[in-house]
């Protein structure tokens, strides 16, 4: 792989070219003592002293509410219809998603583009660049080095960024010819980078668990009583689904504006939510927390290998940071190992 | 550029048909000319139905594919969209997108007899593959149908019942749930697994269609067990909550599953190694 030196000194330059052509740059912001992707004008607005942002940068290729086509009723009960519109979608820029972020992405492409292409995804992720960095430092909840995943990985970036020597500037991996495009409009800023290894600059995060192991263990389990035990506490709120960068489901909803239009849309969706599968009827096939814990597991763990030959976890840690009852998906995890 | 999954068509409300309290059926015609011309669909098959405004709801296509021309639907009122849906006149739009899931295996059941077991709402699935398989009635031997309901006004499709129950190439036996027959009823009365039990058709050869609550299918399982089918032999149609339809939003899985991608037809045998999930 390509390799190349910026100092961060020239950071702002460049990023500042990168918007030239009125792409939009999305990147880390801290704002009231929280860090997420915002759009910003400046490099001077981004902030990378975080572990991990709050919110995943999902959003930029699947957003938390998204306009899948409107709808106009006449007066005489007829419809047109207006089809969802590409060419109103934004040339981006994601910069600063961590390895864990980036190799999310390749569950939600299996899940969108499995069987039948979704366009609205599709149409997105063609017109999204993403510049992963690094990660130097982890914590506790991080736990990407035991689904297959490592701090310095370049899988899903496509430029891979990783801050070396005492800081004073990134190597840059062009991991893609999207990246080199980006990498070239930087010109001289970039400089030849030799003899520099990021494996001495990345965080040491432990293997929590045999992955492995796990699922195989996790399939034969669905009987078991450990979904019980684990999800005793869970609330259903959902909120480590909100912030997973590798969920994908979905409602679809309808958002009327009256006088007979509106627009069909889609938001984020929790399996932990209890009304996720329930029935006009009343029936409900996951009726029990236990049991929407166990869909959550098996679906990111045993259904999407299965199905799609990705996992949908890459171990960001992010639902257990989040989670309101301390759930800790790691440690559930590690559980199963010693069934 | 791929077209986008999630676009219905729009289709013109041809016909509608009460088929019993708080039951209707739409037939439905594409106005585009071209997907009307080339619209193609198996027994089996469902689609999401549009209220604009209101938003979407899955019913299965309760016409025949051997008849062209139109699409129908027939749905109970139940929640938003199907009152919505019910409030639509003739000539007024909706949306239909679809055809989507897999299909029951009428070229399999070639040279066998069919026994369909049916309760209340459940009949439209199993309306489509009756006329399909009565459309090309010499690719199949003996043709039975059981169909209960609570009541007799709960009975649907009346009129094609009274098709069904003069032709000679067809064996139909209609029951009422006790207290639900009228003065003049000459069906049955008792429930469906009751009456299947002494109706008695034969297993050899035969294959078993069997669709409505769950309740109803729970008790005429361990009948047709009893009778001689095999697991095998028993197809049915699950019918867990979906919005895409196309396998991505994650709510209708059964295990590693899609209802909405490898079913909604299943047979026993392939429940059998599901989790119990539906
Ligand atoms: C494969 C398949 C085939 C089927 N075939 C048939 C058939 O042939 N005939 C038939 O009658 N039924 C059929 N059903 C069942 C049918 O889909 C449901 O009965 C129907 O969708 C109920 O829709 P509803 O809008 O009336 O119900 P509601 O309970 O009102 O829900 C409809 C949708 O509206 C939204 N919604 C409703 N209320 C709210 C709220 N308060 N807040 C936010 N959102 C809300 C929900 O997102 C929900 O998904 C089938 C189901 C499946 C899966
Ligand atoms: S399941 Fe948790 S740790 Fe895994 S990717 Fe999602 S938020 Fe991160
Ligand atoms: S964040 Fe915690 S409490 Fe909320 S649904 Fe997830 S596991 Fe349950
Ligand atoms: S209905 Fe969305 S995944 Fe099946």
Redesign the pocket.
């Known amino acids: 792989m390509e390799q190349k030196y910026i100092p961060k000194a020239s950071l702002k330059a460049w990023l500042g070219k990168v918007r030239d052509d009125g792409r939009r740059l999305y990147a880390p912001v801290t704002e009231n003592g929280k860090t997420s992707f915002r759009r910003v004008k400046s490099a001077d607005e981004i902030s990378m002293e975080h572990v991990q942002t709050a919110q995943s940068a999902k959003g930029v290729a699947f957003p938390r509410t998204e306009r899948l086509f409107s709808y106009v009723r006449q007066p005489d009960g007829d419809v047109t219809l207006q089809d969802y519109d590409p060419s109103a979608i934004p040339d981006t820029v994601v910069f600063g998603l961590r390895p864990c972020d980036a190799a999310a992405l390749k569950p939600l492409s299996g899940i969108f583009g499995w069987d039948t292409e979704d366009k609205p995804f599709s149409e997105r992720m063609r017109r999204v660049v993403f510049v992963g960095v690094s990660c130097s430092r982890c914590d506790a909840f991080c736990f990407c080095t035991s689904v297959g995943g490592h701090p310095g990985s370049a899988e899903g970036s496509d430029i891979l960024l990783t801050v070396v020597g005492d800081g004073e500037g990134y190597l840059a991996e062009i991991v893609t010819d999207r990246g080199r495009a980006l990498v070239e409009k930087g010109g001289d800023l970039f400089e030849s980078a030799t003899g520099i290894s990021k494996e001495d600059y990345l965080a040491e995060v432990p293997v929590r668990f045999s992955v492995e192991e796990v699922q195989r263990k996790m399939a034969g389990a669905f009987e078991g009583d450990i979904w019980k035990s684990q999800?005793a506490?869970?609330?259903?709120?959902?909120?480590?689904?909100f912030?997973c960068p590798a969920c994908a489901c979905f409602d679809i909803q309808e958002n009327a504006r009256g006088s007979g239009a509106g627009d069909r849309i889609r938001c984020w969706d929790?399996c932990?939510?209890s009304l996720f599968t329930l029935h006009t009827s009343g029936h409900n096939p996951r009726s029990t927390?236990s049991q929407?814990?166990r869909q959550?597991l098996l679906h990111k763990f045993c259904y999407m290998p299965q199905r799609l030959s990705v996992r949908g976890c890459t171990g960001c840690g992010r639902?257990s940071r989040?989670?309101?009852?301390?759930?800790n998906?790691a440690e559930h995890l590690g559980e199963f190992e010693h069934l | 550029m791929a077209d986008n999954i999630y676009l219905p068509h729009p289709v013109t409300i041809e016909k509608v048909t009460q088929e019993a309290p708080g039951v209707r059926t739409l037939r439905l015609k594409f106005k585009d000319e071209e997907v009307a011309r080339t619209f193609e669909f198996k027994a089996g098959q469902f689609g999401e139905y549009s209220a604009f405004g209101e938003g979407e709801s899955t019913f299965c296509i309760a016409s025949s594919p051997t008849r062209k021309g139109y699409i129908e639907c027939t749905f109970r009122e139940a929640g938003k969209v199907t009152s919505a849906l019910a409030k639509l006149e003739e000539g007024q739009t909706m949306g239909f997108r679809g055809p989507y899931g897999n299909t029951f295996p009428l070229d399999e059941w070639k040279g066998k007899s069919l026994l369909f077991v049916a309760g209340g709402i459940a009949l439209p699935p199993m309306r489509c593959v009756i006329w399909n398989a009565l459309d090309t009635r010499s690719n199949f031997k003996d043709i039975s149908i059981l169909y209960g309901a609570k009541s007799v006004a709960d009975l649907v499709y009346k009129h094609e019942l009274r098709e069904w129950e003069e032709r000679p190439d067809v064996n139909l036996l209609t029951t009422v749930d006790p207290g639900g027959e009228t003065p003049g009823w000459k069906g049955q009365v008792g429930f469906v697994p009751a009456v299947l039990e002494k109706m008695n058709p034969t297993a050899e050869n035969t294959v078993a269609i069997v669709c409505g609550p769950p309740v109803m299918i729970k008790f005429t399982f361990p009948v047709l067990d009893k009778l001689g089918f095999k697991p095998e032999n028993i197809y049915t149609t699950l019918e867990n909550r979906m919005k895409c339809g196309v396998g991505k939003c994650g709510r209708c899985n059964v295990g590693s599953k899609y209802v909405c991608k490898d079913g909604p037809v299943f047979s026993r045998a392939q429940l059998e190694a599901l989790p119990a999930e539906y």
Do not use: E, I, K, T
């Open positions: 999800s506490r869970c609330l259903g709120c959902g909120a480590c689904a912030v929790s932990g939510f927390q929407r814990w959550r639902c989040a989670c309101p009852v301390d759930m998906l």
